[in-house]
């Protein structure tokens, strides 16, 4: 089975801009989480859902956002990009219960350089 | 709330030692332990977790950990390393009831050497 994608690997864009990222998970996997890697550090949690719904959000600011699709595949948007916001965002799938039991799985992640 | 305290930030080993890579939590419930290796430009690959049961998980590449309540600990070992294992390794822990958020460890660089 495929794992966690994620799309674009890389992506370089310029303070104010917006940006996507795009996120599918494990077939069968119905709850996507978003965390921030800074270099250096190890990863922060942004977000996750849940059939559609947010079930959790870490101390980011409002200018990030998410949503999920019938699908279960996931977006994550930053507006008004900072150059603090360059780091690896990486995007992980939830096993259900009683199937590891809430078992996060990551994706390869996206680079996203602010210049 | 949980947090995780990797004491180490680095750990230089050489190849076929013996090795094990600290890993501390602070939580008011019940956890979840895992633990991850990163290898360069890569995302996050699961080595092992525990979650109930038997204290001692074995995981992926020949790694075991050891849950200890007691000591609120989750030491990560490997009895004889190679020199593929040299990566980043990140501790992380949840809450084990409703919604479950990882929160990481800063990070264990372990640096084998032939």
């Known amino acids: 089975d495929a794992g966690v994608t994620q799309s674009p690997t890389h992506l370089i864009k310029t303070r104010g801009q917006q940006v996507t990222l795009r996120c599918s998970p494990i077939?069968?996997?119905?709850?996507v989480s978003w965390y921030q890697q800074v270099l250096g550090q190890g990863p922060q949690f942004i977000f996750q859902?849940?059939?559609?719904?947010?079930?959790g959000r870490g101390n980011f600011p409002d200018r990030f956002s998410a949503r999920q699709f019938p699908n279960y595949s996931s977006e994550l948007n930053v507006n008004a990009l900072l150059l603090g916001d360059s780091a690896l965002y990486l995007c992980a799938s939830t096993s259900p219960r009683g199937q590891g039991r809430e078992t996060q799985y990551f994706g390869p992640g996206t680079r996203l350089l602010v210049l | 709330a949980q947090s995780v305290t990797q004491l180490d930030s680095q750990v230089p080993v050489f190849e076929e030692a013996p090795v094990e890579l600290r890993c501390n939590y602070s939580?008011?419930?019940?956890?979840?332990l895992f633990w991850y290796v990163q290898y360069p430009n890569q995302g996050l690959q699961l080595l092992l977790k525990y979650l109930s049961g038997s204290t001692l998980v074995k995981g992926i590449n020949g790694f075991e950990a050891e849950f200890n309540k007691s000591q609120t600990s989750f030491h990560l070992r490997k009895p004889s390393v190679h020199i593929s294992d040299t990566a980043e390794y990140f501790c992380?822990?949840?809450?084990?009831?409703?919604?479950?958020?990882?929160?990481f460890g800063t990070g264990t660089r372990l640096l084998v050497s032939p």
């Open positions: 859902y849940y059939e559609k719904e947010e079930r």
């Open positions: 077939s069968g996997h119905k709850s």
């Open positions: 992380a822990v949840s809450g084990n009831t409703g919604f479950q958020k990882l929160v």
């Open positions: 939580s008011s419930v019940s956890v979840y």
